[in-house]
């Protein structure tokens, strides 16, 4: 009864300080071109009427280290190239590294395509979706992809010199060919055991890692490839935020301080606490644990 007389008072407290976030469905805006140093870019809006930034364009002869901001007079980066035709940093040769900022969600289609110098990038975990060809031709050494990535293009990082790929369990989709070519390549551990994985991600000769009784299995099955078992998935609890094994008053109690700007959750916990599959965080999750919770 206890348990029940908090998980009310809880509730009803967030409610009166907490209003709810609308989905941010990108869609396309009529707005002119812009210059920032050397790129260009587009101001869009979102489904809220919200602005946010499309990098568009850049100076083929930038070189070195390129830094993306995550704001431009006031307002977020979101999108690199505008996923209708892409092609950003298309053929920027001189570019060796590049810095995401945590405000960006795609990274559209052949967004850095041939730039052949590139050898590192940092993605955040606030990238969603990396589309086709984004990477292709590129000379990275080394990919590090963060926990909230969904999907990976076709062929998005095509015939770079990587040697080992680890793509974590946020990611639901792996194209064709998303990394064929790429000579060095030896292992690919896919941390998701459901991941929908199209035909020829890699080339032979590669040692793919996974779960028991996982797509990745499969696949490596499809393609006589070498499999290499991570043994028995982990279960992941709906609802789980704090990574105790259950759904609980605390897992409310968190989505309720997070909602009210009190603590900060990191991606893969802000996909535990997407009780209801959403893809967001909202006191529909808070309200949905709280009413499992009273039916046990």
């Not at 064709?176 to 929908?196: M, Q």
């Amino acid at each position: 009864m206890r348990i029940k007389k908090k998980l009310v008072s809880v509730l009803t407290s967030a409610a009166c300080i907490i209003s709810m976030f609308s989905s941010f469905n990108l869609i396309a805006s009529s707005e002119n071109e812009y210059t920032y140093g050397f790129m260009k870019y587009k101001i869009n809006k979102d489904a809220s009427n919200n602005s946010y930034i499309t990098i568009i364009d850049c100076d083929e002869n930038v070189s070195g280290k390129l830094v993306i901001p995550s704001k431009i007079d006031g307002i977020t980066v979101k999108e690199i190239g505008a996923c209708e035709n892409g092609a950003a940093f298309t053929y920027c040769s001189k570019i060796t590294e590049v810095q995401i900022p945590s405000t960006v969600t795609t990274i559209c289609n052949s967004a850095f395509y041939k730039c052949s110098s590139l050898t590192s990038v940092t993605i955040p975990g606030s990238v969603r979706t990396i589309d086709d060809n984004a990477f292709l031709g590129c000379s990275l050494k080394t990919i590090k992809l963060k926990y909230g990535l969904r999907s990976i293009g076709g062929a998005a990082f095509w015939g770079n010199p990587v040697e080992n790929i680890d793509i974590p369990r946020s990611v639901n989709f792996i194209g064709g060919y998303a990394f064929h070519k790429c000579g060095y390549l030896t292992s690919v551990i896919i941390r998701n055991p459901d991941c929908e994985i199209e035909e020829d991600i890699v080339g032979s000769n590669v040692t793919i890692k996974g779960y028991s009784d996982s797509t990745a299995k499969t696949y490596a099955k499809t393609e006589s490839l070498t499999f290499s078992s991570l043994g028995a998935a982990p279960v992941i609890v709906n609802g789980d935020v704090n990574s105790d094994g259950v759904a609980n008053l605390y897992d409310v109690i968190m989505i309720c301080q997070y909602l009210t700007k009190s603590i900060n959750l990191s991606y893969e916990q802000q996909d535990r606490a997407d009780f209801n599959g959403n893809e967001k965080v909202d006191l529909y999750d808070a309200i949905g644990i709280a009413k499992f919770i009273l039916k046990k």
